[in-house]
């Protein structure tokens, strides 16, 4: 039985799992909430309300009851696993709910089904918001970086419930109203892509040191906390030091050393790089990361793999601490790119589906709270304060000026990773992203030119406008163009 059904709560829970149950907490211990919860299995309510009833929660054991615990206009925040579990709620939900009341999916799900979701949920007269929350386990209870999407009206309710339990980065909350329907899903896909990217090029750059220097995992750790003091200050750098300094209990080894080296993904990563492809925008960088993780998880072709033949000459690097440095600008370099080819693929993304995001707002809301939290962030911010309109982030001159500074070392790593045999597809990629958006020149005329000789796919010239296919032939003399335009 329900705890308490009187309509006094002003906001609601579903889905009492880790990341629920840490936002419940949240949303009660901010002043002005009372937080209903309810779960599928009415155990997790149970023990949520046992184990904190300095919270207040109004729980119930139905949807129903939990429906008429909520105040209207119904605010329900949904977080259960994506997918099937979240379609199965919201159908539960909008037969108990009125119009004008506001189902809100705060999982991972894949912003084409939020598009979806929203446009049937709204022939019902409810609102359907689907945000993106970001932070794990410890920002939904401590303050998560918040991306919702949906109507402008649903977000004069939500917004202030949202932002007293976002963090705060500067003074400033750290949620802003996306756009509509799947916007906020959408650019929380990005954010988790350019997390792939980061935490690979950081895996990059801990692997080339270690097998460069041979420091100890405990002495790149002191590295890691001396680059979180400057530009490359973020929460990913912070708690990689952390995970290398961390002993195995058991074995008295580095942890580092004994995890099996098979990185795992959850999605968003691969929804990114398909979604880019899509849209057609380049985001190599973060699709390396993703390709790594997928490299690393099959072990039995890396065990086949074992004996192929690799450099002959050993690697030793002569000036451990210029090499380090040159890894840390080559870092920071790469994290640039990873940056500007997701911000290209939320300005594609706002454009093919009609969503005004504000680019700097959502630098702003990844300042606090998110796991790409970091310093330079505000730059971002800046960069689109003084041109919105840039075609490229990488461009901007705070950009521009640090690749400038950091390229030398960062073709020296790439070079050495090369030379040494060791896998930097991140790095590397990113590199050569950088030198294929300033050539003045690239061979993909030669494409074309094949792309015509196979498939009559047409060309364009430089000398004159319209497009052209030529009626290839054995003999090359005979080579005509005919003007298709």
């Not at 209870?141 to 004069?156: A, D, F, Q, R, T």
């Not at 892509?193 to 220097?213: F, H, S």
């Not at 690393?296 to 793999?305: D, G, H, I």
Request: aromatic residues 8%; negative net charge.
């Amino acid at each position: 039985m329900a705890e308490n059904a009187a309509a006094t709560a002003n906001i609601g829970v579903v889905g009492l799992a880790v990341m629920g149950s840490n936002l419940a907490r949240n949303l009660a211990s901010r002043e002005g909430n009372t937080v209903a919860v309810y779960n599928r299995s009415y155990e997790k309510t149970e023990t949520l309300l046992s184990e904190h009833p300095e919270a207040g929660f109004v729980g119930s054991s139905t949807v129903e009851e939990f429906a008429a615990s909520l105040q209207t206009p119904r605010t329900a925040i949904i977080m259960v696993k994506a997918g099937a579990g979240t379609d199965a709620v919201i159908d539960q939900l909008t037969a108990v709910f009125e119009p004008g009341d506001i189902i809100v999916d705060g999982g991972n799900a894949l912003f084409t089904d939020t598009i979806r979701r929203e446009k049937a949920v709204r022939e019902t007269g409810i609102h359907f918001v689907g945000a993106g929350i970001s932070g794990g386990e410890e920002g939904a209870l401590n303050g998560p970086s918040i991306m919702p999407g949906g109507s402008k009206e649903s977000y004069e309710t939500l917004g202030p419930i949202l932002s007293s339990i976002a963090a705060v980065a500067e003074g400033e909350p750290c949620v802003t109203h996306v756009g509509t329907d799947g916007a906020g899903h959408f650019v929380k896909m990005i954010h988790n892509g350019i997390e792939y990217a980061d935490m690979q090029l950081i895996a990059e750059a801990y692997d080339l040191i270690r097998r460069g220097t041979g420091k100890s995992p405990a002495e790149i750790a002191d590295v890691f906390a001396e680059w979180n003091t400057g530009e490359l200050e973020s929460y990913l750098i912070e708690i990689t030091a952390e995970v290398l300094r961390q002993v195995d209990a058991e074995t008295g080894k580095p942890l580092v050393d004994v995890i099996v080296d098979q990185a795992g993904a959850k999605g968003t990563g691969a929804w990114t790089v398909q979604t880019a492809l899509d849209l057609g925008i380049p985001v190599s960088g973060i699709a390396e990361a993703v390709f790594a993780r997928s490299l690393s998880s099959k072990p039995a072709q890396r065990a086949a793999a074992t004996d192929l033949p690799g450099p002959s000459d050993a690697w030793t690097v002569d000036d451990p601490e210029t090499f380090i440095e040159d890894v840390r600008r080559a870092l920071y370099a790469s994290k640039i790119i990873a940056y500007s080819q997701g911000f290209d693929e939320i300005v594609a993304g706002a454009e093919q589906y009609g969503w005004d995001i504000q680019k700097g707002e959502i630098a702003k809301i990844w300042r606090g709270g998110c796991i790409i939290r970091a310093q330079f962030l505000n730059r971002i911010t800046e960069a689109y304060a003084e041109n919105d309109g840039l075609v490229a982030l990488v461009t901007a001159p705070y950009f521009r000026d640090a690749v400038a500074g950091a390229q030398d070392s960062w073709r020296r790593v790439v070079a050495t990773a090369a030379h040494a045999g060791i896998p930097a597809p991140a790095f590397s990629s990113s590199l050569s992203y950088y030198d294929g958006l300033r050539a003045d020149r690239l061979p993909a005329a030669l494409v074309q030119g094949q792309r015509d000789f196979f498939g009559a796919h047409t060309y364009k010239r430089i000398d004159k406008d319209g497009t052209f296919h030529t009626l290839w032939s054995g003999d090359r003399s005979e080579i005509s163009a005919v003007d298709t335009h």
